[in-house]
Every structure is written in structure tokens, then in C-alpha cells.
């Protein structure tokens, strides 16, 4: 079963306005979270994170938003660009057994359009 | 240059043979990743090598093979290669300094098909 989960495979997006890209965790245990961007033929890159002791981590246009009671994490990036348009991925630190692993969830597509 | 390379990119072969994915790095990270990318999966951990003699079995380990050759060389084996396992294979390499060591760097892929 999938500790991290993206229940939405794609968003659409018009330039200019908000995307919400949402993913939820099931182990509390989790401690650290992050955002990965992936461009087709290109390994994923690290965009954004943040530390369960915080709810908001903001980097220019984008803005991590942390709700521990719900196990729920949302990307948000305003104002959308079609340079953004990728797949997105959350991931989870795992610290189980002494070693530092990322879960990842399935990804979602954005596409942002004119 | 790039800071973690994949070889090869692509790779099509048959049933039952052993196939090699190299990945190397010039980070001097420690710490190295082979993950496997599905549809609908995303990515998913199949071993992991903190430092050359630590290697650990990831959460699909089976059919899978790893070797650490030096600190900046991770190679994944399959050793009687199945359709199954085609797949987009990425290797990761991360720091294991303070919170750098949360934020793995990924190569670029290698897109493996087994028919």
C-alpha cells in the first residue's frame, strides 16, 4: 500500500493562475518533505521542501503548505508558467531502520497553457 | 558536465539476459540510489549504498543486483532480465551532510525494455 499518494495523475492550468498540486501521507512518522519536478528524457530535480515543525515553506513563486493532523501536503505555484508544465513529485523522509529514504508518491502532470 | 550520468540511456533486450546500468558521479557524495519509475507508481527504491561496503536492499530488491565499485560508481545488475522490468531506471546520489542529506541529485534515466 502507498505510504505517499498523488490521487490526481494530471492538472490543467491556464498561464497566469494558481496550481495546486495535493498529496497525502499515511506513516506520522514522516518528518520531512519534498517536491521534485521531472521534464521528459530528464532525471527528476528538487524544487521545494519542508520540515514537520513548520506549515509554510515559500521559494518565489512556490509555496509548500504542511497539514500534520490530515497527513496532507499541497504545492502551489502562483502564478503558473508554461515553463512548469512537468510532472510533479511529492516524497516523504523515512528514517525506519537507521538510514535516510525517500518515498515518493506517483507524480502529477501539469500542464500550464496559454 | 553533468554531476550523475547514466549508461546506457536506452537498452532493448530479451528475456533472460543479464543486463548492466552503470551510473557514476562527480558530486563526492557518499550516498547512492537505484530507483525504478512506473506508470502510475512513481518512483520506488531498489537498493541503496550509503559508503562503498553498505549496501542495503531497497523496496523491490528482487531480480535486482547492485555493486559499489568506488564512491563514484553504482552499478545495477539484472541478472536474467523480464518484461517486467522495463522500466525507466534512475540512479540518485545524496549528500549525507545536515539537511543536504535530504535532497537526492538524479541522473538522467535509463529507458530499459525487455522482451
Known amino acids: 500500500d502507498q505510504q505517499v499518494k498523488q490521487n490526481s495523475p494530471s492538472l490543467s492550468v491556464q498561464e497566469g493562475r494558481i496550481s495546486i498540486l495535493n498529496c497525502d501521507y499515511t506513516n506520522s512518522m514522516f518528518d520531512y518533505f519534498l517536491w521534485y519536478k521531472k521534464y521528459p528524457a530528464e532525471g527528476p530535480t528538487f524544487l521545494i521542501s519542508?520540515?514537520?515543525?513548520?506549515d509554510k515553506n515559500e521559494d518565489g513563486r512556490f509555496t509548500v503548505f504542511l497539514n500534520k493532523s490530515a497527513k496532507h501536503l499541497s504545492l502551489h505555484i502562483v502564478p503558473s508558467q508554461p515553463g512548469d508544465s512537468a510532472v510533479y513529485f511529492c516524497?516523504?523522509?523515512?528514517?525506519?531502520?537507521?538510514?535516510?529514504?525517500?518515498?515518493f508518491g506517483a507524480g502529477t502532470r501539469l500542464a500550464v497553457h496559454p | 558536465d553533468a554531476d550523475v550520468t547514466q549508461t546506457p540511456r536506452n537498452r532493448i533486450t530479451k528475456t533472460g539476459k543479464r543486463i548492466m546500468l552503470e551510473c557514476s558521479q562527480t558530486?563526492?557524495?557518499?550516498?547512492m540510489y537505484w530507483y525504478r519509475q512506473d506508470p502510475g507508481l512513481g518512483l520506488r527504491l531498489i537498493y541503496y549504498s550509503f559508503d562503498v561496503k553498505d549496501i542495503n536492499k531497497g523496496e523491490i530488491s528482487d531480480g535486482y543486483s547492485v555493486s559499489r565499485q568506488a564512491q563514484a560508481k553504482f552499478s545495477l545488475s539484472l541478472e536474467s532480465a523480464i518484461p517486467n522490468q522495463t522500466a525507466l531506471y534512475f540512479c540518485a546520489t545524496s549528500d549525507k551532510q545536515g539537511v543536504s542529506d535530504n535532497e537526492q541529485f538524479f541522473g538522467p534515466g535509463t529507458r530499459l525494455t525487455v522482451l
Open positions: 519542508i520540515s514537520s515543525i513548520k
Open positions: 558530486k563526492g557524495h557518499d550516498r
Open positions: 516524497a516523504a523522509r523515512d528514517l525506519s531502520g537507521g538510514y535516510n529514504k525517500l518515498i
